[in-house]
Protein backbone atom coordinates (compact mmCIF):
# COMPACT_ATOMS: atom_id res chain seq x y z
CA UNK A 1 0.00 0.00 0.00
CA UNK A 2 1.36 3.28 -0.90
CA UNK A 3 1.79 6.09 2.16
CA UNK A 4 -1.35 8.72 2.69
CA UNK A 5 -2.32 11.13 4.94
CA UNK A 6 -6.32 10.28 6.47
CA UNK A 7 -8.45 13.29 8.16
CA UNK A 8 -11.85 13.32 8.93
CA UNK A 9 -14.33 15.53 6.83
CA UNK A 10 -16.03 18.28 9.84
CA UNK A 11 -19.07 18.74 7.35
CA UNK A 12 -19.49 18.93 3.90
CA UNK A 13 -18.01 21.42 3.09
CA UNK A 14 -14.56 20.55 4.29
CA UNK A 15 -15.15 16.85 2.44
CA UNK A 16 -15.48 18.54 -0.76
CA UNK A 17 -13.00 20.98 -0.26
CA UNK A 18 -10.30 18.16 0.83
CA UNK A 19 -11.80 15.48 -1.81
CA UNK A 20 -11.44 17.64 -4.81
CA UNK A 21 -7.76 17.70 -4.76
CA UNK A 22 -5.78 15.84 -6.56
CA UNK A 23 -4.94 11.92 -5.46
CA UNK A 24 -7.65 11.94 -2.65
CA UNK A 25 -10.39 9.83 -2.07
CA UNK A 26 -13.30 9.77 0.07
CA UNK A 27 -13.03 6.89 2.88
CA UNK A 28 -16.76 5.47 3.75
CA UNK A 29 -16.59 1.91 5.54
CA UNK A 30 -13.17 1.21 3.80
CA UNK A 31 -14.65 -2.74 2.92
CA UNK A 32 -13.49 -1.69 -0.73
CA UNK A 33 -11.11 0.44 -0.91
CA UNK A 34 -9.10 -0.12 1.70
CA UNK A 35 -9.04 -3.89 0.16
CA UNK A 36 -8.42 -1.82 -3.52
CA UNK A 37 -5.45 -0.07 -1.83
CA UNK A 38 -4.16 -3.18 -0.75
CA UNK A 39 -3.87 -4.66 -3.83
CA UNK A 40 -2.74 -1.41 -5.26
CA UNK A 41 -5.35 -0.83 -7.67
CA UNK A 42 -6.47 2.03 -5.81
CA UNK A 43 -3.37 4.32 -4.71
CA UNK A 44 -4.76 7.92 -3.17
CA UNK A 45 -2.19 9.89 -1.37
CA UNK A 46 -5.10 11.57 0.36
CA UNK A 47 -8.27 10.02 2.43
CA UNK A 48 -11.04 12.07 3.57
CA UNK A 49 -13.58 9.97 5.74
CA UNK A 50 -16.96 11.22 5.20
CA UNK A 51 -18.36 8.24 7.22
CA UNK A 52 -18.77 10.94 9.91
CA UNK A 53 -21.37 12.74 7.70
CA UNK A 54 -25.14 12.26 7.94
CA UNK A 55 -26.57 9.06 8.77
CA UNK A 56 -29.80 10.04 9.02
CA UNK A 57 -32.82 8.16 7.83
CA UNK A 58 -35.73 11.16 7.50
CA UNK A 59 -39.21 10.76 6.59
CA UNK A 60 -40.28 13.56 4.57
CA UNK A 61 -43.47 15.47 4.43
CA UNK A 62 -43.55 14.48 -0.02
CA UNK A 63 -43.87 10.74 1.10
CA UNK A 64 -39.89 10.58 0.07
CA UNK A 65 -37.35 8.98 2.23
CA UNK A 66 -34.04 10.45 2.50
CA UNK A 67 -30.75 8.43 3.50
CA UNK A 68 -27.69 9.82 4.79
CA UNK A 69 -24.68 8.50 2.75
CA UNK A 70 -23.01 7.80 5.58
CA UNK A 71 -25.51 5.53 7.07
CA UNK A 72 -24.18 1.87 7.73
CA UNK A 73 -26.24 -0.66 5.22
CA UNK A 74 -26.96 -2.68 8.55
CA UNK A 75 -28.45 0.61 9.57
CA UNK A 76 -30.84 0.81 6.36
CA UNK A 77 -32.12 -2.44 6.25
CA UNK A 78 -32.96 -2.24 10.06
CA UNK A 79 -34.75 1.02 9.68
CA UNK A 80 -38.70 0.35 10.38
CA UNK A 81 -39.84 2.75 6.93
CA UNK A 82 -37.34 0.88 5.07
CA UNK A 83 -38.68 -2.77 6.16
CA UNK A 84 -42.53 -1.82 5.86
CA UNK A 85 -42.25 0.47 2.85
CA UNK A 86 -39.67 -0.51 0.79
CA UNK A 87 -38.73 -3.85 1.36
CA UNK A 88 -37.29 -4.75 -1.80
CA UNK A 89 -34.28 -2.77 -0.31
CA UNK A 90 -34.14 -3.95 2.96
CA UNK A 91 -33.90 -7.74 1.04
CA UNK A 92 -30.91 -6.62 -1.48
CA UNK A 93 -28.90 -5.34 1.69
CA UNK A 94 -29.43 -8.21 3.62
CA UNK A 95 -28.51 -10.32 0.76
CA UNK A 96 -25.18 -9.33 0.28
CA UNK A 97 -21.97 -9.71 1.85
CA UNK A 98 -21.72 -10.16 5.41
CA UNK A 99 -23.25 -9.56 8.97
CA UNK A 100 -19.58 -7.63 9.80
CA UNK A 101 -19.51 -5.77 6.28
CA UNK A 102 -22.63 -4.87 6.51
CA UNK A 103 -22.15 -3.17 9.78
CA UNK A 104 -18.85 -1.05 8.41
CA UNK A 105 -20.51 -0.29 4.33
CA UNK A 106 -21.99 3.06 4.38
CA UNK A 107 -24.47 3.88 1.48
CA UNK A 108 -22.46 6.16 -0.91
CA UNK A 109 -19.46 3.20 -0.45
CA UNK A 110 -22.31 0.71 -1.64
CA UNK A 111 -22.86 2.86 -4.02
CA UNK A 112 -19.32 3.58 -5.51
CA UNK A 113 -18.12 -0.04 -5.20
CA UNK A 114 -15.73 -1.47 -7.98
CA UNK A 115 -16.16 -4.77 -9.97
CA UNK A 116 -15.63 -8.40 -8.60
CA UNK A 117 -13.91 -9.02 -12.54
CA UNK A 118 -11.10 -11.53 -11.03
CA UNK A 119 -9.11 -10.05 -14.17
CA UNK A 120 -9.48 -6.30 -12.97
CA UNK A 121 -7.75 -7.98 -9.59
CA UNK A 122 -4.99 -10.28 -11.12
CA UNK A 123 -2.51 -7.06 -11.18
CA UNK A 124 -0.21 -8.67 -12.27
CA UNK A 125 -1.09 -11.55 -13.98
CA UNK A 126 -3.70 -10.30 -16.53
CA UNK A 127 -4.49 -7.67 -19.03
CA UNK A 128 -7.29 -5.25 -17.88
CA UNK A 129 -8.95 -2.37 -19.62
CA UNK A 130 -10.18 -0.89 -16.79
CA UNK A 131 -7.26 -1.06 -14.23
CA UNK A 132 -4.99 0.17 -17.08
CA UNK A 133 -6.87 1.59 -20.03
CA UNK A 134 -5.49 0.51 -23.69
CA UNK A 135 -4.26 -2.92 -22.63
CA UNK A 136 -6.83 -5.43 -23.41
CA UNK A 137 -9.13 -7.39 -21.65
CA UNK A 138 -8.43 -10.76 -20.69
CA UNK A 139 -11.95 -11.78 -19.42
CA UNK A 140 -13.47 -11.76 -23.29
CA UNK A 141 -11.21 -14.48 -23.47
CA UNK A 142 -11.42 -16.39 -20.31
CA UNK A 143 -13.09 -17.57 -17.36
CA UNK A 144 -16.16 -14.95 -17.75
CA UNK A 145 -19.05 -16.81 -16.05
CA UNK A 146 -19.52 -14.15 -13.54
CA UNK A 147 -19.46 -11.20 -16.40
CA UNK A 148 -21.99 -9.36 -18.42
CA UNK A 149 -24.79 -10.52 -20.76
CA UNK A 150 -26.20 -6.45 -20.97
CA UNK A 151 -24.51 -3.19 -22.24
CA UNK A 152 -21.29 -4.81 -22.55
CA UNK A 153 -18.06 -3.91 -25.15
CA UNK A 154 -15.48 -5.06 -26.89
CA UNK A 155 -13.57 -3.09 -24.07
CA UNK A 156 -15.21 -4.71 -20.92
CA UNK A 157 -17.56 -7.14 -20.02
CA UNK A 158 -17.79 -6.31 -15.97
CA UNK A 159 -20.70 -6.39 -13.58
CA UNK A 160 -21.62 -3.93 -11.46
CA UNK A 161 -21.56 -6.20 -7.83
CA UNK A 162 -23.74 -4.22 -5.79
CA UNK A 163 -27.23 -5.68 -4.79
CA UNK A 164 -28.08 -2.44 -2.93
CA UNK A 165 -27.85 -0.45 -6.14
CA UNK A 166 -30.30 -3.11 -8.19
CA UNK A 167 -32.68 -2.59 -5.88
CA UNK A 168 -32.34 1.57 -5.33
CA UNK A 169 -32.64 1.55 -8.95
CA UNK A 170 -35.71 -0.56 -9.28
CA UNK A 171 -37.25 2.24 -7.04
CA UNK A 172 -35.89 5.33 -9.00
CA UNK A 173 -33.80 6.18 -6.66
CA UNK A 174 -32.08 9.80 -6.41
CA UNK A 175 -28.79 10.45 -5.33
CA UNK A 176 -27.75 14.01 -3.95
CA UNK A 177 -24.21 14.69 -4.83
CA UNK A 178 -22.22 18.32 -3.79
CA UNK A 179 -18.85 19.51 -5.74
CA UNK A 180 -16.76 22.46 -5.55
CA UNK A 181 -19.91 24.16 -8.03
CA UNK A 182 -22.82 23.14 -5.51
CA UNK A 183 -25.32 20.32 -5.22
CA UNK A 184 -27.42 18.26 -7.23
CA UNK A 185 -29.21 14.64 -7.58
CA UNK A 186 -28.71 12.40 -10.50
CA UNK A 187 -31.07 9.35 -10.92
CA UNK A 188 -29.19 6.30 -9.74
CA UNK A 189 -29.73 4.76 -13.15
CA UNK A 190 -27.67 7.50 -14.93
CA UNK A 191 -24.84 7.29 -11.58
CA UNK A 192 -22.96 4.61 -13.62
CA UNK A 193 -22.06 4.12 -17.19
CA UNK A 194 -22.25 1.24 -19.56
CA UNK A 195 -18.06 0.17 -19.99
CA UNK A 196 -18.26 1.70 -24.09
CA UNK A 197 -14.37 2.50 -24.99
CA UNK A 198 -14.01 3.60 -21.39
CA UNK A 199 -14.60 1.44 -19.14
CA UNK A 200 -12.02 3.11 -16.35
CA UNK A 201 -14.74 6.05 -16.25
CA UNK A 202 -17.28 4.23 -13.95
CA UNK A 203 -20.10 6.56 -13.06
CA UNK A 204 -21.00 10.51 -14.43
CA UNK A 205 -20.11 11.85 -11.14
CA UNK A 206 -17.73 15.07 -11.65
CA UNK A 207 -14.27 14.84 -10.05
CA UNK A 208 -14.64 15.13 -6.52
CA UNK A 209 -18.19 14.96 -5.83
CA UNK A 210 -19.49 13.71 -3.00
CA UNK A 211 -22.50 11.62 -2.19
CA UNK A 212 -24.33 13.10 0.66
CA UNK A 213 -27.76 11.30 0.48
CA UNK A 214 -30.43 8.64 -1.71
CA UNK A 215 -33.43 9.70 -1.72
CA UNK A 216 -36.29 6.68 -2.08
CA UNK A 217 -39.43 8.80 -3.82
CA UNK A 218 -42.85 7.53 -2.42
CA UNK A 219 -43.74 4.59 -4.50
CA UNK A 220 -46.98 2.88 -2.43
CA UNK A 221 -47.06 -0.34 -4.38
CA UNK A 222 -43.62 -0.91 -3.15
CA UNK A 223 -45.08 -2.16 0.07
CA UNK A 224 -45.21 -5.91 -1.93
CA UNK A 225 -41.97 -5.94 -3.50
CA UNK A 226 -39.09 -8.97 -3.71
CA UNK A 227 -35.80 -9.01 -4.14
CA UNK A 228 -34.32 -12.63 -5.26
CA UNK A 229 -30.29 -13.60 -5.46
CA UNK A 230 -29.12 -16.71 -7.21
CA UNK A 231 -25.75 -17.53 -6.38
CA UNK A 232 -23.39 -20.07 -6.03
CA UNK A 233 -23.35 -20.67 -2.28
CA UNK A 234 -26.95 -19.79 -0.30
CA UNK A 235 -24.87 -16.78 1.76
CA UNK A 236 -22.14 -14.89 1.91
CA UNK A 237 -21.42 -14.69 -2.29
CA UNK A 238 -21.90 -12.19 -5.25
CA UNK A 239 -25.31 -12.25 -7.63
CA UNK A 240 -24.47 -14.55 -10.28
CA UNK A 241 -28.68 -13.18 -11.33
CA UNK A 242 -30.49 -11.00 -8.69
CA UNK A 243 -33.57 -9.13 -9.45
CA UNK A 244 -35.42 -6.05 -7.90
CA UNK A 245 -39.22 -6.07 -8.66
CA UNK A 246 -42.81 -4.14 -7.09
CA UNK A 247 -45.90 -5.08 -9.20
CA UNK A 248 -49.34 -3.04 -8.98
CA UNK A 249 -52.32 -5.10 -9.81
CA UNK A 250 -55.56 -4.17 -10.84
CA UNK A 251 -57.98 -7.13 -10.49
CA UNK A 252 -55.44 -9.18 -12.40
CA UNK A 253 -53.98 -6.51 -14.60
CA UNK A 254 -50.54 -5.25 -14.41
CA UNK A 255 -50.91 -1.44 -14.00
CA UNK A 256 -47.53 -0.56 -12.95
CA UNK A 257 -44.50 -2.58 -12.68
CA UNK A 258 -40.61 -2.10 -11.56
CA UNK A 259 -38.18 -4.16 -12.03
CA UNK A 260 -34.40 -4.23 -11.86
CA UNK A 261 -31.76 -6.85 -13.12
CA UNK A 262 -28.17 -7.60 -11.14
CA UNK A 263 -25.12 -9.61 -12.24
CA UNK A 264 -25.82 -8.96 -16.09
CA UNK A 265 -24.11 -5.37 -16.85
CA UNK A 266 -21.53 -3.00 -15.90
CA UNK A 267 -24.18 -0.74 -13.76
CA UNK A 268 -27.74 -2.35 -12.24
CA UNK A 269 -29.91 -3.64 -15.41
CA UNK A 270 -33.43 -1.21 -15.01
CA UNK A 271 -35.56 -3.31 -17.16
CA UNK A 272 -37.78 -0.47 -19.10
CA UNK A 273 -38.83 -2.90 -22.18
CA UNK A 274 -40.57 -5.40 -19.44
CA UNK A 275 -42.25 -2.96 -17.70
CA UNK A 276 -43.60 -1.04 -20.72
CA UNK A 277 -45.27 -4.25 -22.10
CA UNK A 278 -46.50 -5.35 -19.02
CA UNK A 279 -48.59 -2.50 -18.42
CA UNK A 280 -51.89 -2.87 -19.07
CA UNK A 281 -51.44 -7.19 -19.72
CA UNK A 282 -52.86 -10.02 -17.34
CA UNK A 283 -50.42 -11.07 -14.31
CA UNK A 284 -49.73 -14.38 -15.61
CA UNK A 285 -46.81 -16.52 -16.52
CA UNK A 286 -47.34 -15.92 -20.47
CA UNK A 287 -47.04 -12.68 -20.26
CA UNK A 288 -44.35 -12.45 -17.78
CA UNK A 289 -41.95 -14.31 -20.01
CA UNK A 290 -42.99 -12.27 -22.83
CA UNK A 291 -42.13 -9.63 -21.20
CA UNK A 292 -38.50 -11.01 -20.09
CA UNK A 293 -37.41 -12.44 -23.38
CA UNK A 294 -38.22 -8.96 -24.90
CA UNK A 295 -35.92 -7.56 -22.12
CA UNK A 296 -33.34 -9.69 -23.14
CA UNK A 297 -34.07 -9.83 -26.94
CA UNK A 298 -30.69 -7.92 -27.06
CA UNK A 299 -28.38 -10.41 -24.75
CA UNK A 300 -25.09 -11.07 -26.12
CA UNK A 301 -23.66 -13.50 -23.59
CA UNK A 302 -20.20 -14.94 -23.07
CA UNK A 303 -18.88 -17.92 -24.08
CA UNK A 304 -19.31 -19.06 -20.23
CA UNK A 305 -22.00 -17.42 -19.25
CA UNK A 306 -24.87 -18.24 -21.61
CA UNK A 307 -26.73 -19.78 -18.97
CA UNK A 308 -27.36 -16.50 -17.28
CA UNK A 309 -30.11 -15.42 -20.15
CA UNK A 310 -32.43 -18.84 -18.93
CA UNK A 311 -31.30 -17.79 -15.49
CA UNK A 312 -32.24 -14.23 -15.37
CA UNK A 313 -35.54 -15.01 -17.55
CA UNK A 314 -36.54 -17.83 -14.65
CA UNK A 315 -35.82 -15.76 -12.08
CA UNK A 316 -38.08 -12.96 -13.14
CA UNK A 317 -40.80 -14.74 -14.12
CA UNK A 318 -40.95 -16.47 -10.63
CA UNK A 319 -40.44 -13.14 -8.75
CA UNK A 320 -42.93 -11.91 -10.77
CA UNK A 321 -45.12 -14.52 -10.26
CA UNK A 322 -44.49 -14.49 -6.51
CA UNK A 323 -45.62 -10.68 -6.23
CA UNK A 324 -48.74 -12.18 -8.46
CA UNK A 325 -49.59 -14.56 -5.63
CA UNK A 326 -51.60 -17.67 -6.98
CA UNK A 327 -51.86 -18.13 -10.57
CA UNK A 328 -51.55 -19.77 -13.73
CA UNK B 1 -4.92 9.57 18.76
CA UNK B 2 -5.81 6.91 21.21
CA UNK B 3 -8.32 3.95 20.77
CA UNK B 4 -9.26 1.77 23.35
CA UNK B 5 -8.68 -2.11 23.28
CA UNK B 6 -9.99 -4.25 25.72
CA UNK B 7 -10.53 -1.27 28.51
CA UNK B 8 -7.13 -0.06 27.93
CA UNK B 9 -6.42 3.02 26.15
CA UNK B 10 -3.81 2.52 23.29
CA UNK B 11 -1.86 4.80 21.09
CA UNK B 12 -2.49 4.69 17.68
CA UNK B 13 -0.18 4.39 15.07
CA UNK B 14 1.45 7.16 13.29
CA UNK B 15 1.48 5.09 10.15
CA UNK B 16 -1.97 5.30 8.46
CA UNK B 17 -1.69 1.99 6.54
CA UNK B 18 -1.75 -0.02 9.67
CA UNK B 19 -4.88 -1.90 9.91
CA UNK B 20 -6.57 -2.68 12.62
CA UNK B 21 -6.12 -6.06 12.82
CA UNK B 22 -1.85 -5.75 12.09
CA UNK B 23 -2.12 -2.80 14.86
CA UNK B 24 -3.50 -6.00 17.50
CA UNK B 25 -1.38 -8.32 16.01
CA UNK B 26 1.82 -6.37 15.51
CA UNK B 27 1.86 -3.68 17.60
CA UNK B 28 0.27 -4.96 20.22
CA UNK B 29 0.72 -8.78 20.45
CA UNK B 30 -3.04 -9.21 20.68
CA UNK B 31 -2.31 -12.35 18.49
CA UNK B 32 -6.19 -13.98 18.96
CA UNK B 33 -7.19 -12.07 16.29
CA UNK B 34 -6.20 -13.78 13.48
CA UNK B 35 -5.34 -12.98 9.81
CA UNK B 36 -6.96 -15.90 7.69
CA UNK B 37 -7.54 -13.72 3.91
CA UNK B 38 -6.45 -10.37 4.83
CA UNK B 39 -9.54 -9.49 1.86
CA UNK B 40 -12.86 -9.82 3.88
CA UNK B 41 -13.67 -13.18 2.93
CA UNK B 42 -13.27 -15.11 5.91
CA UNK B 43 -14.51 -13.57 9.15
CA UNK B 44 -10.89 -14.66 11.30
CA UNK B 45 -10.18 -11.30 12.10
CA UNK B 46 -14.01 -10.04 13.60
CA UNK B 47 -13.51 -7.86 16.68
CA UNK B 48 -15.92 -5.79 18.85
CA UNK B 49 -16.01 -1.83 18.24
CA UNK B 50 -18.37 -0.38 20.59
CA UNK B 51 -19.76 -3.63 20.50
CA UNK B 52 -20.78 -4.27 17.25
CA UNK B 53 -18.99 -7.01 15.09
CA UNK B 54 -16.67 -5.84 12.05
CA UNK B 55 -14.06 -6.93 10.28
CA UNK B 56 -10.83 -5.86 11.18
CA UNK B 57 -8.72 -6.39 8.11
CA UNK B 58 -10.54 -3.94 6.67
CA UNK B 59 -10.49 -1.09 8.96
CA UNK B 60 -7.56 1.11 8.92
CA UNK B 61 -6.51 1.36 12.59
CA UNK B 62 -7.07 5.39 12.09
CA UNK B 63 -10.35 5.24 11.55
CA UNK B 64 -11.35 3.65 14.97
CA UNK B 65 -10.11 6.80 16.98
CA UNK B 66 -11.53 7.22 19.96
CA UNK B 67 -13.84 3.81 19.78
CA UNK B 68 -13.87 0.75 22.00
CA UNK B 69 -12.43 -2.57 20.48
CA UNK B 70 -13.05 -5.59 22.00
CA UNK B 71 -11.29 -8.82 21.09
CA UNK B 72 -10.97 -12.21 21.85
CA UNK B 73 -8.70 -11.56 24.63
CA UNK B 74 -11.38 -9.33 26.25
CA UNK B 75 -13.99 -12.14 26.20
CA UNK B 76 -13.02 -13.43 29.46
CA UNK B 77 -13.02 -12.05 32.82
CA UNK B 78 -10.44 -12.39 35.85
CA UNK B 79 -9.03 -15.39 33.54
CA UNK B 80 -12.79 -16.86 33.61
CA UNK B 81 -13.86 -18.06 30.17
CA UNK B 82 -16.51 -15.97 28.97
CA UNK B 83 -19.48 -19.00 28.95
CA UNK B 84 -19.52 -18.83 24.88
CA UNK B 85 -15.96 -20.00 25.19
CA UNK B 86 -16.79 -22.54 27.36
CA UNK B 87 -19.90 -23.64 25.25
CA UNK B 88 -17.19 -23.80 22.47
CA UNK B 89 -15.56 -26.31 24.23
CA UNK B 90 -18.61 -27.97 25.37
CA UNK B 91 -19.51 -28.38 21.89
CA UNK B 92 -16.45 -29.26 19.74
CA UNK B 93 -17.35 -26.11 18.17
CA UNK B 94 -12.98 -26.24 16.71
CA UNK B 95 -10.23 -28.48 15.50
CA UNK B 96 -7.91 -26.72 14.95
CA UNK B 97 -9.06 -23.48 16.51
CA UNK B 98 -7.60 -20.81 14.27
CA UNK B 99 -11.40 -19.41 13.16
CA UNK B 100 -12.54 -19.47 16.94
CA UNK B 101 -11.56 -15.93 17.92
CA UNK B 102 -13.67 -14.68 14.48
CA UNK B 103 -16.61 -17.19 15.14
CA UNK B 104 -16.70 -16.08 19.06
CA UNK B 105 -16.80 -12.18 18.75
CA UNK B 106 -19.14 -12.60 15.24
CA UNK B 107 -21.25 -14.43 17.91
CA UNK B 108 -21.64 -12.37 20.21
CA UNK B 109 -21.96 -9.26 17.97
CA UNK B 110 -24.35 -11.24 16.00
CA UNK B 111 -27.02 -12.12 19.02
CA UNK B 112 -27.50 -8.37 20.06
CA UNK B 113 -27.97 -8.03 16.48
CA UNK B 114 -31.33 -10.68 17.11
CA UNK B 115 -31.81 -9.10 20.20
CA UNK B 116 -32.56 -6.08 18.97
CA UNK B 117 -34.81 -7.34 16.40
CA UNK B 118 -32.54 -6.74 13.28
CA UNK B 119 -33.70 -9.24 10.12
CA UNK B 120 -31.54 -11.11 8.02
CA UNK B 121 -31.90 -12.21 4.61
CA UNK B 122 -33.64 -15.60 5.64
CA UNK B 123 -36.01 -13.63 8.29
CA UNK B 124 -39.90 -14.46 6.74
CA UNK B 125 -41.34 -11.40 8.41
CA UNK B 126 -39.49 -8.10 8.05
CA UNK B 127 -42.04 -6.34 9.90
CA UNK B 128 -41.74 -8.78 13.02
CA UNK B 129 -40.52 -6.67 16.83
CA UNK B 130 -38.79 -10.39 17.24
CA UNK B 131 -36.37 -12.94 15.61
CA UNK B 132 -36.42 -16.15 16.76
CA UNK B 133 -32.97 -18.01 16.61
CA UNK B 134 -33.80 -20.83 14.18
CA UNK B 135 -31.09 -22.93 12.84
CA UNK B 136 -31.35 -21.50 9.51
CA UNK B 137 -31.28 -17.70 11.06
CA UNK B 138 -27.95 -18.53 13.15
CA UNK B 139 -26.57 -19.65 9.98
CA UNK B 140 -27.34 -16.96 8.04
CA UNK B 141 -25.75 -14.49 10.26
CA UNK B 142 -22.94 -16.66 10.87
CA UNK B 143 -22.05 -17.13 6.87
CA UNK B 144 -19.19 -14.56 7.46
CA UNK B 145 -17.51 -16.50 9.40
CA UNK B 146 -15.60 -19.84 7.65
CA UNK B 147 -14.37 -22.83 8.91
CA UNK B 148 -11.62 -24.85 6.70
CA UNK B 149 -12.25 -27.36 9.32
CA UNK B 150 -15.67 -27.71 9.04
CA UNK B 151 -16.73 -27.83 12.80
CA UNK B 152 -20.05 -26.30 12.02
CA UNK B 153 -22.53 -28.34 13.71
CA UNK B 154 -20.27 -27.88 17.12
CA UNK B 155 -20.13 -24.44 16.46
CA UNK B 156 -23.69 -24.07 16.19
CA UNK B 157 -24.70 -25.81 19.14
CA UNK B 158 -22.33 -23.62 21.19
CA UNK B 159 -23.73 -20.42 20.20
CA UNK B 160 -27.30 -22.02 20.35
CA UNK B 161 -27.29 -23.12 24.00
CA UNK B 162 -25.38 -19.96 24.65
CA UNK B 163 -28.06 -18.27 23.22
CA UNK B 164 -30.50 -20.16 25.16
CA UNK B 165 -29.13 -19.57 28.86
CA UNK B 166 -28.56 -15.76 28.06
CA UNK B 167 -32.05 -14.76 26.50
C1 LIG C 1 -15.98 -10.53 1.10
C2 LIG C 1 -16.94 -9.49 0.59
C3 LIG C 1 -18.18 -9.87 0.11
C4 LIG C 1 -19.08 -8.93 -0.36
N1 LIG C 1 -20.28 -9.34 -0.84
C5 LIG C 1 -21.15 -8.43 -1.33
C6 LIG C 1 -22.40 -8.82 -1.85
O1 LIG C 1 -22.76 -10.00 -1.85
N2 LIG C 1 -23.23 -7.86 -2.33
C7 LIG C 1 -22.87 -6.54 -2.34
O2 LIG C 1 -23.66 -5.72 -2.77
N3 LIG C 1 -21.69 -6.15 -1.87
C8 LIG C 1 -20.83 -7.06 -1.37
N4 LIG C 1 -19.61 -6.65 -0.91
C9 LIG C 1 -19.20 -5.26 -1.12
C10 LIG C 1 -19.62 -4.31 -0.05
O3 LIG C 1 -21.02 -4.13 -0.11
C11 LIG C 1 -18.90 -2.99 -0.32
O4 LIG C 1 -17.53 -3.21 -0.06
C12 LIG C 1 -19.40 -1.87 0.55
O5 LIG C 1 -20.76 -1.62 0.31
C13 LIG C 1 -18.60 -0.61 0.30
O6 LIG C 1 -18.99 0.37 1.25
P1 LIG C 1 -17.88 1.12 2.12
O7 LIG C 1 -18.57 2.20 2.87
O8 LIG C 1 -17.07 0.19 2.90
O9 LIG C 1 -17.04 1.78 0.92
P2 LIG C 1 -15.51 2.20 0.86
O10 LIG C 1 -14.66 1.02 0.68
O11 LIG C 1 -15.18 3.12 1.97
O12 LIG C 1 -15.55 3.07 -0.50
C14 LIG C 1 -15.86 2.50 -1.75
C15 LIG C 1 -15.76 3.59 -2.81
O13 LIG C 1 -16.75 4.59 -2.59
C16 LIG C 1 -16.17 5.88 -2.47
N5 LIG C 1 -17.00 6.60 -1.51
C17 LIG C 1 -17.36 6.19 -0.26
N6 LIG C 1 -18.23 7.05 0.29
C18 LIG C 1 -18.43 8.03 -0.63
C19 LIG C 1 -19.23 9.21 -0.67
N7 LIG C 1 -20.03 9.56 0.36
N8 LIG C 1 -19.19 10.00 -1.78
C20 LIG C 1 -18.40 9.66 -2.83
N9 LIG C 1 -17.61 8.56 -2.83
C21 LIG C 1 -17.64 7.75 -1.77
C22 LIG C 1 -14.75 5.62 -2.03
O14 LIG C 1 -13.88 6.67 -2.41
C23 LIG C 1 -14.43 4.34 -2.77
O15 LIG C 1 -14.06 4.63 -4.09
C24 LIG C 1 -18.71 -7.57 -0.38
C25 LIG C 1 -17.48 -7.17 0.12
C26 LIG C 1 -16.59 -8.11 0.60
C27 LIG C 1 -15.26 -7.65 1.11
S1 LIG D 1 -14.05 -7.32 -17.98
FE1 LIG D 1 -13.49 -5.18 -17.57
S2 LIG D 1 -12.69 -5.29 -15.49
FE2 LIG D 1 -12.63 -7.39 -16.26
S3 LIG D 1 -10.60 -7.66 -17.25
FE3 LIG D 1 -11.99 -6.95 -18.84
S4 LIG D 1 -11.68 -4.73 -18.82
FE4 LIG D 1 -10.93 -5.46 -16.87
S1 LIG E 1 -8.80 -11.93 7.68
FE1 LIG E 1 -10.39 -10.47 7.76
S2 LIG E 1 -12.00 -11.51 6.78
FE2 LIG E 1 -10.36 -12.89 6.48
S1 LIG F 1 -11.55 -24.89 13.70
FE1 LIG F 1 -10.10 -24.96 12.10
S2 LIG F 1 -10.81 -23.39 10.81
FE2 LIG F 1 -12.42 -23.55 12.21
Same mark, same amino acid.
Given at each position: ???????????????????????????????????????????????????????????????????????????????????????????????????????????????????????????????????????????????????????????????????????????????????????????????????????????????? +? =??? #??? *? !???? /??????? %?? $????????????????????????????????????????????????????????????????? +? =??? #??? *? !???? /??????? %?? $????????????? | ???????????????????????????????????????????????????????????????????????????????????????????????????????????????????????????????????????????????????????????????????????
Amino acid at each position: MNSFTYARAADVIDAVQQGTRVHAKYLGGGTNLVDLMRETLEQPSALVDVSGLSSDITEREDGSLLIGAAARNTAVAEHRAVRTRYPLLARAILAGASGQIRNMATVGGNLLQRTRCTYFYDNDGSRCNKRTPGQGCDAIQGFNRIHAILGASPSCVATHPSDMCVALAALDALVHVTGLDGSRTIAVVDLHRLPGDHPEIETNLRPG +E =LIT #AVE *L !PALP /FAQRSVY %RK $VRDRASYAFALISVAAALDLDHGIVKDVRLALGGVAHKPWRALKLEASLKGQPATTQSFLAAVEE +E =LAD #ATP *L !PHNK /FKVELAK %RT $VVAVLAELAGDIS | MSININGSPTNLPSDTRVSLLDLLRDHLNLSGTKKGCNQGACGACTVLVDGERILSCLALAVQYEGRSVTTVEGLSTNGLLHPLQQAFIDHDGFQCGYCTPGQLCSAVGMLREVRRGLPSNVTNDLEGESITLTRDELCERMSGNLCRCGAYNGIVYAITEFAETTK
